[in-house]
Nanobody, 125 residues
Framework: VQLVESGGGLVQTGGSLKLSCAAS???????MGWFRQAPGKERVFVSV?????????NYADSVRGRFTISRDNTKNIVSLQMNNLRPDDTAVYYC???????????????????WGQGTQVTVSS
């Protein structure tokens, strides 16, 4: 499967962006996650949504209440709505697909077997 992120860009503090991740094949059986990597830092978990969708989603403490993950299995798209952005949200954001179908929702990068190329998000102060 190929994952292609889009929607990144430059935004001022307090602004919003919506990231999208388009998959080349069905994602309906897989958890889908978003991770990010800031310059000079390791890639970290941002959010995950269960294969079942709905309200079964987890967020990193740093983004909870500001970011919302969603999925459209009919279009094989996962989105990340990011509101009230801060400079420390600046990073390359990666979409990822779960390694196995119907997996348990966890924020662990090792649970994901396919990754997109990333999209840059820059928040200016």
């Amino acid at each position: 499967v190929q994952l292609v992120e889009s929607g990144g860009g430059l935004v001022q503090t307090g602004g919003s962006l919506k990231l999208s991740c388009a998959a080349s094949s069905s994602i309906s059986r897989y958890n889908m996650g978003w991770f990010r990597q800031a310059p000079g830092k390791e890639r970290v978990f941002v959010s995950v949504i269960s294969w079942g969708g709905g309200r079964n989603a987890n967020y990193a403490d740093s983004v909870r209440g500001r970011f919302t993950i969603s999925r459209d299995n009919t279009k094989n798209i996962v989105s990340l709505q990011m509101n009230n952005l801060r400079p420390d949200d600046t990073a390359v954001y990666y979409c990822a697909r779960g390694r196995i179908p119907f997996g348990v929702v966890r924020p662990a990068s090792e649970d994901y077997g396919y990754w997109g190329q990333g999209t840059q998000v820059t928040v200016s102060s």
